[in-house]
């Protein structure tokens, strides 16, 4: 994915993802950031935050189909596996041991 990012966009984000609040950019250097400042007087801003906003809504959406998968292949296994027998509140019998034994062996 990096191949086509520019030097100057990925120096603005190495700023950006400094750990040290002390060391990284503050919101006033970041606006007068090089990167910042080439893309905005090149492009409308109106254009810039469509921009970034049509990235972080593809992001968001991907990131909620990737969890959903994942919740929907969590909850087919544990539907299989983890039957609760306690859930109406009485005593497990013997035959439901031994019937939940053969399914998980077979």
Do not use: C
């Not at 969890?67 to 109406?88: E, G, I, V």
Request: charged letters at 25%; hydrophobic letters at 30%; zero cysteines.
């Amino acid at each position: 994915h990096w191949k086509d990012v520019s030097a100057l966009s990925k120096d603005f984000i190495d700023h950006l993802l400094i750990i040290d609040p002390q060391e990284r950019m503050t919101s006033a250097q970041a606006l007068k950031h090089p990167w910042i400042t080439t893309n905005a007087a090149s492009s409308s801003m109106k254009n810039l935050h469509r921009t970034i906003s049509q990235n972080l809504l593809q992001r968001a959406s991907s990131r909620a189909n990737s969890t959903k998968s994942a919740r929907s292949t969590r909850s087919t296994k544990s539907n299989k596996s983890n039957r609760s027998l306690r859930s109406d509140h009485r005593r497990v019998q013997a035959y439901e041991l031994e019937k939940l034994n053969l399914e998980a062996e077979g």
